[in-house]
C-alpha cells in the first residue's frame, strides 16, 4: 500500500529541500543571485536541512508539486524571493497555491502555466495572499474568467497577467476595475467575436499592451467614437494571424488615440500582396505608429509608403478608394504612375516551361527559392522534386542553359524576366 504522503503527492516544502540542498545545489550563483539562509526559527525536527542555497529567483517547475507543505518553513526559507516558477506541476487547489504565496511577502512574479486548475473555484480569502503579486502567468491552466476576475480585484499591484492556451471563446462582464494593468498577453484563445474583445477595455483601462494573436477575430466592430473610449492607454496592439479581411478594420486601429506599435501578420487581407506591398500598405494606412511588425517606421520609409499607397489605387473606382487615398492626395496630389524605370527587384515573372514535348505557361514568384519553384513545378511536369533537374534559359542571352543546382538560391538572383524559359530535365535513376 502507498504511503499517505505519495498519494497526496509532492510537497512546495519537500521539492525546495531536496533541488536547493547543498548537496543538490552546492554553489551561490554570484553577488545579488543566491542567498544562504540559517532557519533558526525552525522547530526541532524539522525535516529542512541545515541550511539551503536559495536564489531570489526561484524554479520548481515539472516537479510533481501538489501541496504547500509547512507555510512556516516556507516563510523561513523564502523571505527574499522575488520571483517563484512553479508551473508544469499538479496544483490543483488555490488553496494550497495561496499557503505558498502567503508565506513569501516579497513575491512579485508567479507563473502557475499548465497546473490542472480547470473548474477549481478560488474563494476570495485565498486571493488576497496574492495581493503583492504584480506579474502572474496562467497560461493553459483553464482558469475561469470569474478566477481570473476575482484574482485582479485582489491584486493593486498587478501589471502583467498572462492567459494563453486557456480555450477562452468568451470574456466575462465585470464592473470591477484593474486600473493598475498594463499588459494583457491573451494568445492562442478563441476570441473570435469584437463583442468579447469590447469588454476587456472597460476592465484594464490603463492597458498599455494587448497581444491577442492566434485569436482569429474577424473584426473591429466599433465606431471611432467608441474606441477611443475602449483603449484610452493603449499603445501596443498584436494581432498576428487574425482572420481580418477588410481594411476598414485597419483604418479603425487609428482610433486608439495613443497606439504607437502594430503587429499584424498572417491575416487574410494581405495574403494575395508581396511582403514589401504588406509593409508599405500599412505603413500609409497608420499613420500615427513608430513600429510596425517589430521594425522601427523611418520617415523616408513613411514617405515612400505614402507615396506608393496613393499609385497603387490609381485605378481604383471612385467609389472603393479607401478614406485614407484622399487625405494622401491633399497632402502629395494625385501622383501619377511612375514613368522612370523601376531599378527594383521585380516579384514576377512570365515564363515558358518545358518538359520534353510539354510547354507550359507559368507566372512565377521572384522572392522563392529553387526548391519552392521545384515544388510549384510538380504539378506542372507530374514529376516529384527530387525527380526534376532545372535549367533557366535567358531569351537575350547567347550563353547556353543555366543549370539551377542550389535548391535555396533565390530566384531573383537569376534576373528572369518575362518571356524568359524553365528547362525541367527528368533525372535518370
Not at 541545515?50 to 516537479?63: E, G, K, T, Y
Not at 508599405?280 to 510596425?292: E, N, V
Not at 515612400?304 to 471612385?318: K, Q, S
Amino acid at each position: 500500500m502507498e504511503p499517505a504522503e505519495d498519494m497526496e503527492g509532492r510537497s512546495f516544502v519537500e521539492v525546495m529541500s531536496e533541488k536547493y540542498s547543498p548537496e543538490n545545489f552546492p554553489y551561490r550563483r554570484g553577488p545579488g543571485m543566491g542567498v544562504v539562509v540559517v532557519p533558526t526559527a525552525c522547530p526541532q525536527g524539522s525535516p529542512m536541512k541545515d541550511r539551503l542555497n536559495l536564489p531570489s529567483m526561484m524554479v520548481l517547475h515539472s516537479c510533481g508539486i501538489r501541496r504547500a507543505g509547512e507555510p512556516s518553513e516556507i516563510a523561513a526559507f523564502c523571505a527574499h524571493v522575488m520571483e517563484l516558477d512553479i508551473s508544469h506541476n499538479d496544483l490543483q487547489d488555490w488553496h494550497e497555491i495561496s499557503k505558498i504565496v502567503s508565506s513569501i511577502p516579497n513575491l512579485e512574479f508567479l507563473n502557475l502555466s499548465s497546473n490542472p486548475l480547470a473548474g477549481v473555484t478560488l474563494e476570495p480569502r485565498c486571493a488576497q495572499a496574492f495581493s503583492s503579486v504584480r506579474r502572474l502567468v496562467l497560461n493553459n491552466t483553464q482558469v475561469s474568467w470569474d478566477t481570473v476576475l476575482l484574482l485582479a480585484r485582489e491584486m493593486p499591484e498587478l501589471k502583467e497577467l498572462f492567459l494563453c492556451l486557456n480555450q477562452y471563446s468568451s470574456v466575462s462582464v465585470s464592473s470591477a476595475v484593474c486600473p493598475s494593468l498594463r499588459l494583457l498577453h491573451i494568445t492562442d484563445n478563441s476570441l473570435k467575436d469584437w463583442d468579447e474583445v469590447r469588454k476587456i477595455g472597460p476592465m484594464f483601462p490603463g492597458l498599455v499592451t494587448l497581444v491577442m494573436a492566434n485569436n482569429n477575430l474577424a473584426s473591429i466592430e466599433d465606431s471611432k467614437d467608441i474606441l477611443p473610449r475602449l483603449f484610452p492607454s493603449l499603445r501596443s496592439i498584436n494581432l498576428h494571424n487574425s482572420g481580418l479581411t477588410q481594411w476598414d478594420d485597419i483604418e479603425k486601429l487609428n482610433f486608439f488615440p495613443k497606439l504607437e506599435e502594430v503587429r499584424l501578420q498572417g491575416i487574410p487581407l494581405l495574403q494575395s500582396h508581396t511582403n514589401a506591398e504588406r509593409r508599405s500598405l500599412m505603413i500609409a494606412q497608420l499613420p500615427s505608429i513608430s513600429q510596425l511588425n517589430g521594425s522601427v517606421v523611418t520617415e523616408s520609409e513613411r514617405e515612400d509608403a505614402e507615396r506608393f499607397f496613393i499609385r497603387y489605387h490609381f485605378d481604383c473606382p471612385e467609389e472603393e478608394l479607401p478614406y485614407r487615398y484622399h487625405s494622401l492626395v491633399t497632402k502629395y496630389g494625385k501622383l501619377e504612375p511612375l514613368a522612370e524605370i523601376d531599378l527594383r527587384p521585380r516579384f514576377r515573372a512570365q515564363v515558358e516551361v518545358h518538359c520534353e514535348e510539354k510547354v507550359e505557361q507559368l507566372n512565377i514568384r521572384l522572392d522563392q527559392t529553387v526548391a519552392e519553384l521545384k515544388k510549384q513545378l510538380t504539378t506542372v511536369v507530374q514529376l516529384s522534386t527530387n525527380r526534376m533537374r532545372l535549367y533557366y534559359i535567358d531569351k537575350c542571352s547567347h550563353f547556353g542553359p543555366e543549370e539551377m543546382r542550389f535548391n535555396t538560391r533565390g530566384l531573383h538572383s537569376y534576373s528572369i524576366q518575362d518571356g524568359d524559359e524553365i528547362l525541367v530535365v527528368p533525372k535518370t535513376k
